[in-house]
């Protein structure tokens, strides 16, 4: 199974994300395969899946941070939508290296609305009707993006 899948069917049956905070901030690295226009890396902030793999992140750059929790209706339609708009990319369970898998909020999103309804989530949102709303919505900005 990839990183992605793992991350995704973890995630929706767990109802939350694992982030590092400290004081500066989130868990971020930088992009090595894409750029802003300027030409400078794209930002990523990470996310884990689970306790352990945020623990085992927690060296070099990354020590002086603390796991926390984010729920995964907060998560979707919050962070990923918010993500799209300062483009940003999800890193997926970086480990103590700060290497990971690099994914766009979009594919992201559209990961866990088909995982949630593959496993017949009960997940009540706040800002859409349902998870085909969010998913027309992700695939509305994701063709205007890539025009």
């Known amino acids: 199974m990839s990183q992605f899948n793992q991350f995704i069917k973890e995630i929706c049956s767990e109802e939350k994300v694992y982030i590092l905070t400290s004081d500066e901030g989130f868990a971020i690295s930088y992009s090595e395969e894409f750029e802003y226009e300027d030409g400078s890396n794209l930002e990523i902030i990470c996310f884990w899946s689970n306790t352990d793999l945020a623990e085992k992140a927690k060296q070099n750059q990354w020590a002086n941070h603390k796991i926390d929790t984010i729920d995964l209706r907060t998560?979707?339609?919050?962070?990923?939508?918010?993500?799209?708009?300062?483009?940003?990319?999800?890193?997926?369970?970086?480990?103590?290296?700060?290497?990971?898998?690099?994914?766009?909020?979009?594919?992201?999103?559209?990961?866990?609305?088909?995982?949630?309804?593959?496993?017949?989530?009960?997940?009540?949102?706040?800002?859409?009707?349902d998870f085909d709303d969010v998913k027309s919505l992700t695939l509305e900005l994701k063709e205007s993006y890539n025009q």
């Open 75 to 129: 998560f979707l339609e919050e962070w990923l939508f918010g993500m799209i708009e300062e483009v940003s990319l999800v890193g997926i369970n970086f480990d103590e290296t700060s290497k990971g898998e690099e994914d766009s909020p979009f594919d992201v999103i559209l990961g866990i609305i088909h995982e949630l309804k593959t496993i017949n989530s009960t997940l009540k949102l706040d800002h859409f009707k």
